[in-house]
């Protein structure tokens, strides 16, 4: 049996799921195709910035930073549990941008578009600063200004639950095999990576947001050709124990022009990255090469008093940067605007996303939208998703901090770092599942650091998790924090879950 739907949209990352959510909202009928988890590569692969991109305007991306920097404030006020601000520190020295270039690179930051929230940039002399204690005595001087954090895989999660809320189907290791043209209609065909089986769905227009991928698919079971193509690059990052106190991060300027931040990390580590190389090979097979990590170390060690080794390494991680190819010669040149590419001539209508950035998801999904109503002749609802707040994010107009010290005072149980993890995770969602525990044990099986077993459920049965890498990295990074054996014991769990094995040995019912 087909399925019908208004729209089809081909690939589980940010921009496929921003868009499934506002399709979804204006009241289409939508389904989401990802061949493995919600935000699997790129989308979990970035620096976790929701930023203007202070760097662009050095290419004179105005357009695009004016809009990312609306977008900062946007999302920071819809997903304030998941989003927050961070103050970066920009040092002078031998091989930086020019003194007067950086302020009239801040101007611009701090008036291209309004500020609600974050406070404009300033200069700053070290010492009274507590860079001071992390920076070589070298350097003096330097600016700070604030953008934004984000949980980035969270943030596709959210969005796909909240388009699920509007009605749309999330297909997860799910396959587009092949589709075709039928009777003005995309007709596609589905394989389900875990079980094999297949299914037919239809729909009117079809929309590729495979990210990498995108002309895989148009080459692939779509058998299409564009003159748009996609520019990888290459980007990684490393994970090191915390080197400094603090909750502010770095962002680094390198001999080559390029810049490195380090970024305090799930509160023991330290991010570094990123890298910009152009990339050729298969996006799904990346890791970080020896030279990107001796790169990234030497660009801290130009700066900070305590070195960083490749030893020093606990975790890294590489992603492709899906760029629209604008033929620039430096891949740290590419644009990281979008453009979307829709045809319909002699077929039904077809929008492929290329490019784009992590910040401005929601409004490339307004655009698409926009694109697309004269196609679908849907009803021209007024753009919702600005103001709509992501599932979690309504913390009843308190601030995070008061809404997460009201979480831990209603389940004093919970030890204050956990209320606090679990506040920034779900924000008022938490309370679906903590409802009525009157301890840790109500909660059912400890896999450890807190993770239980109704946290555990709660993420499959409404966050689309199917495996423990799904959870350990993609929707915590819980994986940083737990001995190895806590993941062999939450995967028997999914698996005995998966089977409806209740008398499984890892497993018990949850009490209350």
């Known amino acids: 049996m087909t399925q019908d739907f208004d729209i089809l949209v081909v690939g589980g990352g940010i921009n496929g799921a921003g868009i499934a959510r506002d399709a979804a909202g204006r009241g289409l009928s939508v389904a989401l195709v990802e061949q493995d988890d919600l935000a699997s590569h790129t989308s979990s692969a970035s620096t976790k910035l929701i930023h203007g991109g202070l760097r662009y305007l050095e290419y004179y991306e105005f357009r695009l930073v004016r809009e990312a920097l609306m977008e900062r404030e946007r999302l920071l006020a819809i997903a304030p549990h998941i989003i927050w601000p961070l103050e970066f520190v920009l040092p002078e020295g031998p091989g930086s941008r020019s003194r007067w270039k950086i302020r009239a690179g801040l101007w611009l930051y701090d008036h291209l578009a309004p500020r609600q929230t974050l406070p404009a940039s300033k200069p700053l002399r070290f010492g009274p600063h507590p860079a001071a204690e992390v920076l070589q005595s070298s350097y003096r001087h330097g600016f700070s200004y604030s953008d934004c954090w984000v949980e980035d895989s969270r943030l596709v999660v959210l969005n796909a639950m909240d388009a699920a809320a509007h009605g749309a189907q999330i297909l997860t290791r799910t396959r587009l095999e092949k589709a075709s043209a039928e009777g ?10 875990g079980d094999g089986h297949g299914s037919e769905i239809s729909a009117r227009v079809l929309v590729n947001a495979a990210g990498p991928w995108v002309g895989d698919v148009l080459h692939g079971p779509l058998g299409l050709q564009t003159d748009k193509t996609v520019r990888k690059v290459k980007g990684s990052h490393i994970i090191v124990p915390r080197l400094y106190e603090g909750e502010f991060a770095f962002i680094l300027q390198n001999p080559d022009k390029r810049i490195v931040f380090a970024i305090p990390y799930e509160h023991r580590f330290t991010l570094i990255g990123t890298t910009d190389i152009p990339y050729e090979g298969d996006p799904a097979s990346l890791t970080i090469s020896a030279e990107e990590t001796q790169y990234l170390c030497d660009s801290v060690n130009r700066y900070f008093r305590r070195a960083v080794h490749p030893e020093d390494v606990v975790r890294s991680y590489a992603g492709v940067r899906p760029l629209y190819d604008d033929h620039a010669a430096n891949a740290s040149a590419v644009t990281r605007d979008y453009v979307l590419d829709l045809q319909d001539d002699g077929h039904p209508p077809l929008l492929s996303v290329f490019g784009g950035k992590i910040t401005t998801y929601r409004r490339l999904a307004e655009h698409a939208l926009s694109l697309l109503q004269p196609v679908l002749q849907f009803a021209d609802r007024a753009p919702w998703t600005a103001s709509r707040a992501l599932p979690g994010g309504d913390l009843g107009g308190r601030t995070f901090a008061d809404f997460a010290h009201d979480l831990g005072q209603r389940y004093p ?18 309370e679906l599942w903590l409802r009525g525990a009157q301890s840790l044990g109500d909660l059912g099986v400890d896999f450890g650091g807190g993770l239980t077993q109704a946290e555990v459920d709660y993420l499959c049965d409404q966050e689309f998790a199917q495996e423990a890498e799904d959870i350990l990295w993609r929707r915590s990074k819980l994986a940083l924090h737990l001995p190895e054996e806590s993941g062999v014991r939450l995967a028997q769990y999914l698996r005995a879950r998966k089977e409806g094995k209740e008398n499984h040995p890892t497993t018990r019912q949850r009490r209350g």
């Open 413 to 430: 149980f919970l030890a204050p770092e956990l209320a606090w993890r679990l506040a920034r995770a779900y924000g008022s969602r938490a």
């Open 184 to 193: 003005g209609r995309w007709r596609a065909q589905l394989r389900h990576r």
